[in-house]
């Protein structure tokens, strides 16, 4: 059974055990882009009288099923279970989807431009580097994770929000919503030991007084490389660093930032392996270095030892990375 079969099946015997069970639920087939990644499919389920509904999406258990792990029925009761059980239908509704409620509560991603053209083709976007800025808004957090969407431009237009207002409402909530942290690799790495019950090991001692390497995220783990773009994580990074530095990508999630002192020599191997290596596809944020100077207040890809100088722009602008908009 090809997927689109799959997820039809799957979305019309849902809706027949929700009428069965007289519950008034429409169940639906959405297409949307995800990051670095083609279109996927999802569930949606919407219940009367919402405007709104997250999907789910289906890749994952089409292949279970395609695997043989799960059975037809199987799935659909842990469709059923999951909607019930975050009681989404319930919680989303109309208030949920207000001007005030969405700019309150939105967030940047940074994300690779040259991956996701489509996707940047109708969402409000600016450009730094080649890096572009999205927006997500979150709707609930969970505890275990956040509920949320990206912002499209048919969204804003209709409730009359422009980008500039997006991206400074984002940064002006964003001690609230999505605080910095700057830690040091040796901590992350010895966390990350901790967490899976390993013994650190000779050569990850001292790697980080080798490097003086520190970790650029947000509070919560989540999206964190936009945190580049906070002028007070800038100007603590700067003077921890004695001034300009490289930023290595990590993912979307943070960056690797060390000083510059010369040394810099096969860097864009280490993320290029990093990345084929340890990263998910959807959070690979780029292959390239990059390079912040301070007083330009430009970020900048770094190649061969030469720093290339970008000007700041907007909504499919050239690949730009001045960030004097951040002042």
Known sequence: MVFQEFISTVAKRMEERYKEMGQDYSVTI????RVNRDKSSSIVVKKPGQLQ????????????FSEGKKKMDEIIDQLMKTVEEENLGIQLNGSYFTKDRILKNIRMELINADRNRELLSHVPHRMVADLAVIYKYIIQDTGEGI???????????????????????????????????????????????????????????????????????????????SCILYPEAVKEL???KGGNFFLLPSSIHEWLVIPDVGIYDGLEDIVRFVNQNEVGEEEVLSDHVYYYDVQKQELSIHQ????????????????????????
């Open 30 to 33: 959405k297409n949307r882009e």
């Open 53 to 64: 509904q997250p999907g789910i999406v289906m890749n994952s258990f089409y292949a279970d």
């Open 147 to 225: 509920i949320g969407a990206t912002l499209t431009n048919h969204t804003i237009a209709g409730m009359g929000i422009h980008e500039d207002e997006l991206f400074q409402m984002a940064m002006d909530n964003r001690r609230e919503n999505a605080p910095y942290v700057i830690g040091n690799l040796e901590d992350v790495i010895h966390g990350l030991n901790e967490s899976l019950g390993m013994e650190e090991t000779p050569e990850e001692d001292g790697l980080d007084s080798f490097l003086d390497c520190s970790v650029l995220t947000s509070q919560d783990g989540l999206f964190g490389a």
């Open 238 to 240: 700067a003077a921890a």
């Open 304 to 327: 061969a030892g030469e720093e290339i100088e970008m000007d700041a722009d907007r909504n499919g602008g050239p690949d730009v990375g001045r960030m004097d908009f951040l002042s």
